[in-house]
């Protein structure tokens, strides 16, 4: 990676992110007026926005993994008034980022959204297993997570057997991490991950349409997936400023503060309303 582009890449970024966050959509949240998901929304950009400007422009890993939990908390809220909206792999990232181990272990739980058919999803009755929907991807860092490692397994074996499908051509190497991470075979998921953020790879895969704060800054889904071999004992070495090396440690801070009143009195473990409280992630559930 030729590092003045990369220089060049970050200075975009941070010009990008924003410094604030919307004072009046605090206010309403904590009033209980106005539009509360369109609040969310907005306080939800706004920390993402502030936790990767604590790093990248002021290298600070604290404030950094402080906000990833402001933002990760907002996001899980965001679920509380929709809890079947989509739950793509990108969705863990400030999660991740935050090393929160009460938010992280929310996000492992929360199944819904694998479940719900719509035209983005499929219209499968289990759609998560389909190859050919954008599912099936989300679901393979679920069950990383968790660990499932049996089905994983499996279930990358099965996409890397039939690559010509839309979501094995896409996302081959992903697959190939997966079932590294599987195998625990450390090696191959630092190969997986150099080749995700290689130049060449690395200029198209860190763009997309939700990437909009991070695709010049870091490798999204590699960030995610070298977040995710570290909680599970894999120190994996990338050698791409693509994914920042002082991310990768699991340091959970000795407290992580909740800044505003509405969500000091919000509980994550809280569930589920109406027909969706049967979905509501369990805390100190078993696997």
Known sequence: MNSSYYKSSV??????LGNHWDQEAVELLNENRGSRLGCLNVLFSDSKSQSLRSWFALED???HKQWAYIAAKLQR???QAEPW????AFAHLFPLLSDSEDVIDWYSRHRLPFFVQDDERGNE?????DPNLVTFHSYQLHLALRPK?????KRCERILAA?????GKDFLIDHRFYLALAEGNKPEMEFALNHLTSPDVARIRNFGVAFGLTENLIATHATIYAKVAWRHGYEVQINSPWVPRKWLPVEPLAKYEDPWPFMQTFDIWQPF???WEGWSPQKNQLQ
């Open 61 to 63: 890993l604290r404030g």
């Open 77 to 79: 809220m965001i679920f």
């Open 85 to 88: 909206r989509w739950l793509p």
């Open 11 to 16: 200075k975009k970024g941070v010009e990008h």
């Open 273 to 275: 309303e109406g027909d």
């Open 163 to 167: 690559p010509e499908t839309p979501e």
């Open 149 to 153: 490692w049996e089905e994983l397994y």
């Open 125 to 129: 009755a289990v759609n998560k297993d």
